[in-house]
């Protein structure tokens, strides 16, 4: 039932309803994003999202306030430095609980923005979700999706581990990539929704090697004394 995406974002300022954004009745102003079905040419090609108003790796952290207004918190990656981190993270909450995720003090972030300080532009929005079938998000976005699966790399330490597209892998995404939109499922709901303007993770295994704790130890041979 489409209208539990009504709750999803209402942050102060005078737009249409999430709900009204997806819609795709006669006499209603479609989101950018909905437009028209992903080309079968360009459906594995990743181009910009845009949500309210706001263009993954376009838009600015200025434009972001001016259309969103003040964050409810602000904070960075726990592998950044926290003195000097390379990203800043601005948290939204919306006016109303989500599904499934009743407010709370301890967690009242719905809307996850992500800005490189280095170029002052939006890297990646998140809007986290509960109890949204997936087969709700479907009829809202389309069915023109590419089913892509994942598999974490192998790291050491393995917290916070990249993934890689692999068709064995565990964690499942339904993906709009001429869309800029990626989304999270788990037991058969969507969890996540991000707004990306490149490939969400590595796209082969041997990618991961660029991540510095993801690269295959070489073994120290000792030489045998005279």
Same mark, same amino acid.
């Given at each position: 039932?489409?209208?539990?995406?009504?709750?999803?974002?209402?942050?102060?300022?005078?737009?249409?309803?999430?709900?009204?954004? %997806?819609?795709?009745?006669?006499?209603?102003?479609?989101?950018?994003?909905?437009?028209?079905?992903?080309?079968? &040419?360009?459906?594995?090609?990743?181009?910009?999202?845009?949500? *309210?108003?706001?263009?993954?790796?376009?838009? =600015?952290?200025?434009?972001?306030?001016?259309?969103?207004?003040?964050?409810?918190?602000?904070?960075?990656?726990?592998?950044?430095?926290?003195?000097?981190?390379?990203? !800043?993270?601005?948290?939204?909450?919306?006016?109303?609980?989500?599904?499934?995720?009743?407010?709370?003090?301890?967690?009242?972030? !719905?809307?996850?923005?992500?800005?490189?300080?280095?170029?002052?532009?939006? *890297?990646?929005?998140?809007?986290? =979700?509960?109890?949204?079938?997936?087969?709700?998000?479907?009829?809202?976005?389309?069915?023109?999706?590419?089913?892509? !699966?994942?598999? !974490?790399?192998?790291?050491?330490?393995?917290?916070?581990?990249?993934? /890689?597209?692999?068709?064995?892998?565990?964690?499942? %995404?339904?993906?709009?990539?001429?869309?800029?939109?990626?989304?999270?499922?788990?037991?058969?709901?969507? =969890?996540?929704?991000? %707004?990306?303007?490149?490939?969400?993770? /590595? &796209?082969?295994?041997?990618?991961?090697?660029?991540?510095? &704790?993801?690269?295959?130890? *070489?073994?120290?041979?000792?030489?045998?004394?005279?």
């Amino acid at each position: 039932m489409s209208f539990i995406l009504l709750v999803w974002l209402t942050l102060g300022v005078p737009e249409p309803s999430f709900y009204t954004q %997806f819609t795709r009745k006669p006499g209603l102003a479609e989101s950018e994003f909905l437009r028209e079905p992903q080309d079968k &040419q360009d459906e594995r090609q990743w181009k910009a999202g845009t949500y *309210r108003g706001i263009t993954v790796g376009k838009s =600015t952290a200025t434009e972001l306030f001016q259309k969103w207004g003040k964050p409810k918190y602000v904070g960075h990656w726990e592998s950044d430095n926290p003195k000097n981190p390379r990203f !800043r993270l601005y948290h939204y909450e919306s006016k109303e609980a989500l599904p499934g995720r009743p407010d709370s003090p301890e967690d009242p972030h !719905r809307i996850m923005v992500e800005v490189e300080l280095k170029t002052g532009k939006v *890297r990646s929005i998140d809007i986290w =979700t509960q109890d949204l079938p997936l087969s709700e998000a479907i009829e809202l976005f389309g069915k023109d999706y590419i089913e892509t !699966r994942y598999k !974490r790399c192998t790291c050491d330490p393995d917290d916070e581990t990249p993934l /890689f597209e692999s068709p064995d892998g565990d964690s499942l %995404f339904i993906e709009y990539r001429s869309r800029g939109i990626a989304m999270h499922v788990d037991d058969g709901s969507v =969890t996540s929704i991000m %707004f990306v303007d490149k490939p969400i993770w /590595f &796209q082969s295994a041997k990618e991961c090697e660029k991540v510095p &704790q993801c690269r295959p130890k *070489r073994k120290s041979v000792k030489s045998k004394s005279s």
